[in-house]
């Protein structure tokens, strides 16, 4: 670049750190403030959405413009926004949001708020955990009377012990049959919801036609991993009348019904794979079910705000807490196929990955021996033409589980994504008002026009220092903050 396009520019040959001469060049230019402002903004986000782009405000008869704002004002000539990564691996700083969102959606469905009445407090509800079929015997550590029992292989497990949801006999544990369970999870839910509007139905003596017409059943969920690397659901299951969370339900819709619908529904909810590799597998839930009472208020009880801090929680995790990896092993490249098409129409072998369509082999893996053997297992069952539309070698970092994890049902409360559209609305305009230096137009004269471009993600090596600071200051504000909230309120 030209010396006169930068008169700013610092020789700075004596500091060796990159990150440390951008600092001291966006900290000597009279701008600094903005910079450190933008970043303060976003957060703490770990890797930020860089924009281009501009939004006019222009008078709606003339056409004049009220109001400009454009990245170009911006110190480096960009606009950052927040990723709004879920996965706490990824953004710890936007997971939190996320898991706050999560948490004010959950609750709002509990106890009303966020365009949710109040009344929502009077539907029955229940908190409804369903669990995997067994696969085999696995290392655990029950602790049914507080102290834990002996784990079948004779010794008692530390809590932490990497041993716990491992196989006891690898060789003859069911691989196929778990990873196949994690992949049709979603659909054996789905199943489930079915069933359980059948069951309901018959429970109150009802056709189903009848019971639909008084009766919605809405449902928010969050998937979990366990130890095994077997997924299981939690779910919040509410009554509402027959417009949804607005309306009231009939008085006969109490939480005994549902207390006798949800084991029945779960046990009738299953399902036939054939596959002439694997043999035929049912997919089916396992023993443990779960139904709850959701209270609104009360000590030691699950209450509505409990379950929300709940959902939330699970909401930013993935599958890593089986020490799996957090990103797709699948070769971008050839996507998995280990062969990219050439020019002349035939059919080379990926350079990038050697023909493996692995992005990194999964023998070289840093995981446990029983991680490995699920991922590895999904990556093989992906390439079987019974199982190709699963696309499982792209899940296969997920041990094949291919849903979302949190889920709601459309009648339930208010939705992420509005909460999230709002918040990048607010961001853009708050960068529109600190920079464009006019009053707020009037909205119902005014005519918006704007364009913006994504250049990429991340910081300028200077800023990931100031960002750095911001997660600093976050983490005192947190654990201050933590400290002051009293200590029963666990949320295990
Ligand atoms: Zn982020
Ligand atoms: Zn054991
Ligand atoms: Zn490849």
Known sequence: MAPAARPRALRLPHVSSLAVRDLIELAST????????????????????????????????????????????????????ACGNRRSSRCPACSRLYAADTFHLIRAGLCGGKN?????????????????????????????????????????????????????????????????????????????????????????????????????????????YQKRGLVHFHAVVRFDGPDGHTTAPPPWATVDAFKSAVPHAARRAWFTLASDATGDRIIRWGNRIDVREIKALGDGELTDHKVAAYVAKYATKSAEGTGTVDRTLMCRLCNGRGHVKAPDGFWDVCEYCEGTGQAE??????????????????????????????????????LGFRGHFSTKSRAYSTTLGALRDIRRAWRI?????????????????????????YMGTGYRPGEQFLAAQTRHEIALALDHAERIKTEGEDWQ
């Open 30 to 81: 009279d701008t600094f403030d903005a910079v450190t402002e933008q970043i303060r903004n976003l957060g703490g986000c770990a890797s930020p959405v860089n924009l281009t782009g501009f939004t006019e405000h222009q008078h709606a008869d003339t056409k004049e413009r009220v109001r400009f704002y454009s990245s170009s004002q911006e110190p480096t000539g960009r606009l950052l926004t």
């Open 116 to 224: 949710v009445e109040e009344t929502i407090r009077s539907h029955p509800r229940v908190f409804v955990t369903l669990t995997a079929a067994s696969f085999g015997p696995v290392h655990n550590r029950r602790t049914t009377t507080g102290t834990p029992r002996r784990c079948a292989c004779g010794t008692r497990h530390q809590e932490d012990a990497p041993e716990l949801g491992t196989p006891l006999r690898p060789a003859s544990y069911d691989y196929a049959g778990a990873v196949l369970w994690n992949a049709h999870a979603g659909d054996l839910w789905g199943r489930f919801t079915t069933y359980l509007r059948r069951e309901l139905a018959a429970h109150f003596r009802m056709t189903q036609k009848a019971f639909n017409a008084a009766v919605r059943l809405s449902f928010a969920k969050v998937a979990e």
């Open 361 to 398: 082999p999964i023998k070289n893996l840093a995981v446990k021996h029983h991680v490995r053997q699920m991922i590895r297992t999904a990556w093989n069952l992906g390439h079987l033409p019974e199982f190709a539309h699963l696309k499982l070698w792209k899940w296969a970092h997920m």
């Open 429 to 453: 305009a708050q960068a529109d008002r600190a920079r464009a230096g006019h009053p707020t137009p009037n909205e119902e004269t005014t005519f918006v026009v704007s364009h913006w471009t």
